[in-house]
Each structure stands twice: as structure tokens, then as C-alpha cells.
């Protein structure tokens, strides 16, 4: 009986342990995926912030890039516009005489000398020389400035012969000037079939200041000009990052991602290195009419540098999540030994040792009456009493505070809660805390506390781990907000330079240049007037110069138009929409369907503009892309907001590829509508036609 007895206790003991260790390993388990979950979470904040940084710098570069193109371009107009204006002036019959003769005449080299002078002086030509078929020079603004080389002379012949033939001016590449080494451009007009004024430009007065200028704080950011010569790529701008490098600095060209094939004028963003061999982000842009390319960058290491920082802080925190998973995995597989070793002596234990808990009872006196052994064993008492009034084994700052609630409890014969920190054996103070509840009779009296203490000094160190983590990334996250709204901010001003800048030149567009040519309209008139009635090729000649005249005026008009529209501050929204679409139609043979809805009187004109300018971007991405000889445009106002959508029934595109596809047109809209805190939705299939509307709040 006896030994039965004992098998079918050994059987009970080894059942629970079996339970106790499963419920371990469910633990641990689910411990060590928790620590894995919270490091997969934050590599994936990580990875994102990462993203966020690298796209927000593209879209600088972007438009950085955009604007300087821009520059480039315009740039290149005026001088090109300089060309066909000294082309159709009187100097030119007065270089033909000059060209046509063996030794000009004084009086022709006098006023020839004095319209280069003027020419020179304000625009600040470097030198300006007239030359024939064959290169030589004729006439030279700087005598002193002569180059007699049969290499400088057959270039020159060329120019003159390619102006010649084109038939217009011709504005040449950057090279290096044989004389001093310096860059040096040539804008070539040809002079009526004899030979052309060669005018000498220093891209380093004019070109490369807008290379130079960086409208943000990029530490490492730099703009550069270059070209393609076979298999070689050519920088044609000085390199910030090395400043002894030669001007003309030559490069394999697989070192330019995307290949120059790939790139158009809308751009290219890309990721690789630079001349330095240095990981860079970068966006590149073929300029219009041009072999350049413009090539704007910013090391990557910049542009990572705070998700770097974070990336550390965040391995560091993953690392004390790990050490804290670890740590509590081995607290459990000691607790879950102690507990066995326990069970297999519990034969020399009351009902009451039996458990690992630290249990205690309380007299109604608040006397401690009982402490079993496990409790006893962490004081350091092998008794089951303590030798000492309880509140003596809690730390001095939490004493007073926590024998008053412990008496207050007991007063109000409630249950007892409370946290503190108490006396180890060793020395060390724990954190635990102590729960308790009212013991009654079955008479209803009142005999005292039964409670139990639990060890959580880990879970407070892991807490206070968490809140200065939480503290730090809080922080973080402020900051990367700060710099997103600085962007946003820079992306603005940007917008606002651009409308100035556009307004600026629609101005000297319709005031000066268009004065000046109605004024010369007007002398061809006068002129006219004054040709014979026989001199019918010269009465002819002078119509069709007349006719260019008015043609270039109307040109001028049109650009400055499209440059700001005045109509917009004078008649208003609606007014400016519909001359828009006219015109659009006229230029490109597509129709366009305006619908209005509402009155558009008031609305702040910055958000007028925004729905100008978004309006032009969509009607010409439809010219461009669309393939369709339709579209319609409607703007309504209601329940206070503006809503404008520009539709088309056109190619079309895939949903999923319309980000993947978007180019300056779709980047400038989207901005745009950011500006005035609208809303933006595309919705294209192929075949189906694309459709853009923005909402904007008032």
C-alpha cells in the first residue's frame, strides 16, 4: 500500500513538471518572436526613413536641375537672339561692302570698328572680328588679340562656311582658346554670302555662374556641363571636389548613369559614382539644342548621414531588445529548474513551501504571522517569521510611503496593492510588487492579509530602457519633420523664384524687346518709302524683312504670354483659361472643350496661378502624349473648394505604371498642388484616355 501510494505521488509530480516546463517553452517562444518582431519593425522604419531621405533629395536635385537647364537654355536664346538681330541690321550691307573688297574703306572700317565697340561693350563680348570664307580676318575689334595659326584660320573658315550654310546664326560648343587656355564659345553670323562676324563669348562671365549657385545647403552638392565625344565623356565645367583638375577632364563613358542615349530633357534620376570614384545620387538632363548634358548631384553619404545615425541608434536599441529577450529566456529556464527542483523535494515540504511564490500572511495588527520558504530564502531567514518589524527590509525612500498604504488598506479592510523596493539577502535592493487581500472568518471577523510578492525588477529596467528609446526617437522623428517641411518649404520658394523670374522676363519681353522691334517696324516703313519704285528686289527684300519683323513680334508676344499670362491679373481666372485653350488649340491643332461652372472672382492669385500653370502642364502633356486631337478642360467652385479636370480619350497608360511614368510635367503639377494644400488624382487605362483633377480647399 505504501509503495503504491508513493508511485502515484512520484506520477502527480512529474505530470505538473511536465506542465511547467511546456508553459516555459510557450514563453520563450513567444519572448523570442516578440524581440524578432520588434527588430523586423524596426529595420522596416529604417529602410522607409532611408527611402524618404533619398527621394526627398531627388526631387532637389530634380529641381535644381530644372532650373539651371532652364538658365542654360534662355541663355542661349539671347545670344542667339543677339546673332539675328546684328544679322538683319544695316551693319551687315556695310560688312559685305567691306568683305567684298580687297582693303575695306576707312570710312566702312570706322563704322564697322564702332558697332563692334558698342556691340562688345554691352554685351559683353570678349572679341568680335569679321571674317571671310576662308577664316581670314577682315576686320578685329582687339588687333591685339590676332591669331594667325592655319588651325585658328581654318576654324574660323568653317564657322563661317556652316553659318553660311544654315542660313542663321550658330552658337558653337565650349572649347579651349588656343591663346591662353581659357573656355571660349563663338556665336557666328553670316554676312550676305561673303563671310560672318565671329563674336567671342567667355562662358565663364555668363555660363558658368548658374553652374555655381546651389539654392540649398548641400555640403557636397555641385552642377556640371558636360558632352559626349565618342567613347569619352568631357566635363566642360570646373569640378568642385577637384579644383587642380584640367577644365576639358575626360571620362570613360560608362561612368555616366543613365547612358547619354537614355537621357532626355525631362531628366533622368539615377544612383553611382562620380569623377571622384564617390557613390552619389544624381539627376541628369540633356539641354535642348545643345550636345550638353547637365549633371546634378550630391553624395549619398550626405544624404544618408541622419538615416545613418538613426540606423545605429536603432541597432543599438534592437541590440538591448535582444539582450532583454535573452535575458528574460534565461530568467525562465532558471525559474523553470528552480520550480522542478522544488517539486522533487516537495516531500520535505508543507502544502505551503510547496509553491515558488513568496507568500505572507498578516496579522489584524499588521504582525507578520507567516513567510514560506521561498520568501524567506530572498530575505535571508530561514524562519518562517521575520526577526524584524517588515517596514526595517524596505528601501528608505519607498519606507514611510508604502507601511502609510499598507495602513490604510488595513484600516479600510480593502485590498492591498503596492510597488516598492525591498532588501534582497545579498544586499541588493529589488523592485516588487506586493499584493495582498482580506482574510475573513466564516463569522465574518477580521484575521489579517494574505499576500504575495513578485520580483519585476527586470520589467521596470525594460521599461525604463523603452521610455528613453521612445524619448530618442520621438526626437528623431521631430527632427526628419523639421527638415521634410524645410524641403517643402525650399520647393515653394523655388516655385515663387520661377513665377517671379518668369513674370521678370515676360516684362523686358513686352517693354523693351517688342518696343524695339515695332520702332524697327516702323523705320523698315520709313525706309521703304524711300526705295524707288524700281528697285522692285529691293522693295521686295524690304517687305520680307518687314514681314520677319512682325512675325518676331508676334513670337515675343506669344513667349511672353506664355512666360506669365497677363490677362490672368486683369481679367481674371476664367478669362485667362479660355484665351489659353484658344491659343493652345490654334498652336497645336488640338481642340479643346472649357467648361466653366461658377463665379472666380476672389480667388487669391496664387492659387489662380497654380491652376493656370497646372492647366498648361496637362494640355501639354495630352499634345505630347496623348495622340488624341481632343480634350476637355472643366472648373467648377462648390461646397468651398476649386476643382479642375483636364481630360482626354487618348493612349492612355497602366495604373500601376502612372508614378512609374511620371516626367516634369506630372512633378510640377504635383507640386504645385502641394503648394495651395490641394489634392491630386490620375486616373489613365490604356486606350481609355488619362484624366487629372485637383481639388483645392479655399
Known sequence: MRAARKKRENAALIAGGSFSTRQGRILILLLTSGALAMIAAAWWYYARQRAEMEGAAARELATVSDVESLQIVNWRRERIGDGRVLMSSPITRIASRALSSRAPAEADRADLLDDMSRLAGEFLYTDIALVDLDGKVRIRLNPDETDASELRKHARGDLARQAMSAGDVVLSDISLDTRDGRPLMSLTVPVRGSGAFILEIDPSRFLYPYLASWPGPGRTAETLLVRREGDDLVYLSKMRHAPGTALFFRRPLRHLTPPPDAVSEAGSAAKGVDYRGVPVLSEVRRIP????????????????????????????????????GTAGVGLIWRGQQARIHLEREAWFYTVANDTPAYLWMASPGEENSFINTPLGRFLGTDQQRLPKHWPEYLHPDDRAR?????????????????????????????????EAVPRFSPTGEFLGYAGSLLDITDRRQAEEQLRIANASLAGELS?????????????????????????????????????????????????KRHIPEERADTRGQSDRIHQKLVHLAESIRRMSHELHPAVLEYSGLAAALQAYCNEFGELTGVRVSLQIDGSFDGVPSLTAL???????????????????????????RSNGALRLTVSDTGVGMEPDRAEAAAGLGLVSIKERTRLVKGSLEIISRPDQGTTITVRIPE
Open 402 to 434: 508604502a507601511h502609510a498604504t499598507f495602513l490604510e488598506s488595513l484600516s479600510a479592510r480593502r485590498k492591498y496593492v503596492d510597488e516598492f523596493r525591498i532588501l534582497r539577502f545579498d544586499g541588493e535592493y529589488r523592485w516588487v510588487v506586493d
Open 479 to 527: 527632427e526628419r519633420t523639421r527638415k521634410e517641411q524645410e524641403i517643402q518649404g525650399l520647393t515653394a520658394r523655388l516655385i515663387g523664384a520661377q513665377e517671379e523670374e518668369r513674370k521678370r522676363l515676360a516684362r523686358e519681353l513686352h517693354d523693351d524687346f517688342n518696343q524695339q522691334i515695332a520702332a524697327l517696324s516702323i523705320a523698315m516703313g520709313n525706309l
Open 289 to 324: 539644342d545643345s550636345p550638353w548634358f547637365l549633371v546634378a548631384k550630391i553624395d549619398a553619404a550626405e544624404v544618408d548621414e541622419p538615416v545613418r545615425r538613426l540606423g545605429w541608434e536603432m541597432a543599438l536599441i534592437a541590440a538591448l531588445i535582444g539582450l532583454a
Open 610 to 636: 497654380c491652376i493656370y500653370r497646372i492647366t498648361q502642364e496637362a494640355l501639354q502633356n495630352v499634345s505630347k502624349h496623348a495622340k488624341v486631337g481632343s480634350a476637355s478642360v472643366e472648373l467648377s
